[in-house]
Every structure is written in C-alpha cells, then in structure tokens.
C-alpha cells in the first residue's frame, strides 16, 4: 500500500511540474496577468492553485486527465492576451500554415516538430483532421445595399491570417467603390471578427477612404524575459510582428522608466507596468492611395467578441477619426507578436502575447476600444446606427 502512494505521487509529479513550468513562463515573459485580473477579474494564481488542488487530488492522472484539467481551470484566461494551449485541431492548422511567408511564429517548426509535441498531438488528431478544410476556409464579406435610406453595409465576419486571401476579399468589396458616391452612409460591421491580420481593413478599406496622411502612434512595453533574449536582444527587430506597416527604423526605444517619463500617460495603468523592464515608441503610417469618391459619414459598428486583427482595426479607426465607432467596448487580445511554448513533461503547447500595446494615452489595446457611442436601451449595433441616421445625430 505504501508503495503504491508512492508510484501514484510520482505520476502526479510530471503535471504538477508543468504546471510550474507554465507559470514561471507567463510569470517572466507575459505582460496581461495584470490586465486579465482588473480588466477581466481573472487571478490567475488562482487558476493554478485549483489546477494543482485538481491534479493531487487524482487517484488516477494520463495526459488526457491533464489536459481536461488544465483547459478547464485555465479556461477564464483564454483569449487574453492570445493565450490558450493548442487543441489538436489548431495543431494541425500551423502545421499547415508553418512554411507561408505570410505566416510564422517563432521557433514554430522546432517546437511542432519536437519529439514530445507530436507524441501529443499526433495521437489525438483522429477525426479532427477530417474538419480541416473546415477550418482553413476562407471568410467573405457580406455586402448590402439600401438605397431608400442611402446606406451601405460591409459585414466582414473574420479576416485571414493570409494576406492573399485578405487581397481576395477586398477585391469583393471595392466592387462597391464606384458607386458608393451615390450614398450617404457606410456602414462596416466588425461584429463578432475574430480577428486575423489587419490589413484587409487599413489597405483596402481606410487607405482608399481618407483623404490625407495618417499616422497612429503606440508604446509596447515588455519584461526582460527569455523570450526576448531568444530574439538576440533585439526587441526592436520584433516590431513587424506587431504591425506591417512598422519598420525597425521607425521605432524609438528606451527603458520602461525612460518612455514613461518622456510622455504624458493619462490612462496608463501604473500597476501593470511596474515589471517591465523596456519600452519603445513606433508609429503606424496610413498614406491615402486609389482615393475613391465618398464624402459620405462612415459607420463602425463594434463589439466585446472583436479581438487581436479586429481589435486592431476598430483602435485604427477610431485614432484616426476614420469612422464613429458604435456598440460595445472591443474585446481586446492584442499584443503584437504571439509566442509559442510546449509544457516539459506533455508536450502540450500553449501561445501567449509578449507586448503590452497602449495608445498615445497609455491605455492598453488589451483592455479594449470604447466606442463613440453605446448601443442605444434594447438595439444592437446596427439598429442604433440606423436610428441615429433617422434622426440626424452625427
């Protein structure tokens, strides 16, 4: 009977260190542990604390045990800050996107063809690699058009990871642009998008649109964590993982201490960067190109299920005065450039963000957009936009 403690306590050991290797990880190298506790009321040292408390508790652990127990615990973390630990199903997803130019995490390849890594995942695709076509399709915007009421509408429900297949759906909606100077109002439905790479929204939809140049201007602070060193100490190479239109060149970089002092932060939350040790200052430069004809009002409707790409287009629009954000506060999840790390014992990977993105005032992009204007009591989005229309308010 003693023996067989033993041997249990030792099964048990392996999870209860991956536990620790998790926490250590996002302890030195993710900045949102502050965000998800006053933005989100997440602690997640409470989270670990029931996932340890879960694990001893088991008469019984494999790794399928484990990773119920850790999706579930973890599960208010989710989305925050991009983390998340990888079902099968978005393992196969980067193993199929893995060799794009226009798609890389770093270290990917090492990590998904680890040893461990794929005695993981490789034994728990099953049926899940039957929906990948699923997964992988590509999303289309959704035009209509109302001329009664001189209103266009662009539903786009998702952007892509690709910029080709971003390309393909903008070739969708500048069908519209010729006749769009015989409307009033524009109408972009951002609702429910995922997220994906923003170019789709600033080259093809804000570029065209804006008759004079644009810059937005961001701080991204960050731990001196192993993450950055990996990258040969040089935070400011990483700075086009964030953004496409940014360049090495154009971004100014400092201690924490140093970026804070030098500029007035009236929403900077002082608590979530106490640990950060750098800092840097980087511009987003939107020049007008193939101006189409509209002086008409442009119309963002938003809301709390708009994240990392999506997230980044509604603080685009709204910094530059592009268009009147109407709905509910943005759901955040954006830190520019999303790491991948596989827990020591299973080999199941998790993703987290590394910087912590504010705007020109401090607040963090993390925490969301507000829009200019709530929905209005008992409407969505769209009825208020269309109510405010009927009566003149804007």
């Not at 993710?30 to 989270?47: E, H, K, M, T």
């Not at 991009?82 to 196969?92: D, N, Q, S």
């Not at 910094?319 to 991948?340: K, N, Q």
Request: proline fraction near 5%; glycine fraction near 6%; charged fraction near 20%.
């Amino acid at each position: 009977m003693f023996n067989t403690q033993i041997v249990e306590s030792d099964l048990r050991q392996p999870f209860l260190s991956d536990i620790d290797y998790l926490m250590t990880t996002l302890e030195n190298n993710f900045p949102f542990l502050g965000v998800a506790y006053w933005a989100r009321g997440v602690d997640i040292n409470q989270l670990a604390a029931e996932a340890r408390q879960t694990i001893i508790e088991q008469n019984y652990i494999d790794e399928d045990i484990f990773w119920n127990i850790i999706t579930e615990c973890f599960e208010p973390m989710f989305g925050i800050g991009h983390f998340l630990f990888l079902p099968p199903l978005e393992y196969v997803r980067l193993l199929a996107y893995r060799d794009s130019a226009e798609f890389d995490f770093f270290g990917i390849s090492e990590l998904l063809d680890s040893v461990h890594v794929q005695s993981f995942y490789h034994a728990r695709l099953d049926d899940d690699i039957l929906y990948l076509s699923e997964l992988l399709s590509d999303p289309e915007p959704i035009i209509t058009i109302c001329e009664k009421t001189s209103v266009v509408t662009v539903k786009i429900p998702a952007f892509s990871i690709s910029r080709t297949v971003n390309e393909e759906l903008a070739r969708n909606i500048i069908e519209i642009y010729p006749i769009l100077n015989e409307f009033d109002h524009l109408i972009i439905d951002l609702r429910g998008n995922p997220g994906g790479w923003p170019w789709l929204f600033t080259d093809f939809i804000v570029k065209p649109l804006i008759g004079e140049h644009k810059t937005v201007t961001m701080f991204v602070f960050f731990m001196d964590g192993e993450y950055i060193s990996r990258f040969n100490n040089n935070p400011i190479a990483l700075t086009e993982w964030i953004y496409p239109a940014l360049t090495p060149g154009r971004a100014i970089f400092g201690s924490a201490d140093e970026i804070i002092a030098q500029n007035d932060f009236v929403d900077l939350n002082k608590d979530d960067i106490n640990e950060f040790s750098y800092a840097f200052l980087a511009n987003i430069h939107i020049t007008p190109r193939q101006k189409v004809s509209f002086d008409g009002n442009v119309w963002l409707l938003v809301d709390e299920h708009m994240t990392s790409g999506a997230q980044m287009a509604a603080w685009i629009a709204k910094d530059t005065g592009f268009s009147t954000l109407v709905g509910e506060i943005t759901g955040g999840s954006y830190g520019g450039a999303r790491l991948l790390s596989a827990l020591p014992n299973t080999g199941i990977l998790f993703q987290f963000d590394l910087f912590y993105i504010t705007d020109r005032y401090g607040r963090s992009l993390e925490s969301g957009t507000i829009p200019h204007y709530f929905n209005y009591p008992d409407m969505d989005a769209m009825e208020t936009v269309l109510a405010m229309i009927a009566y003149g308010v804007y």
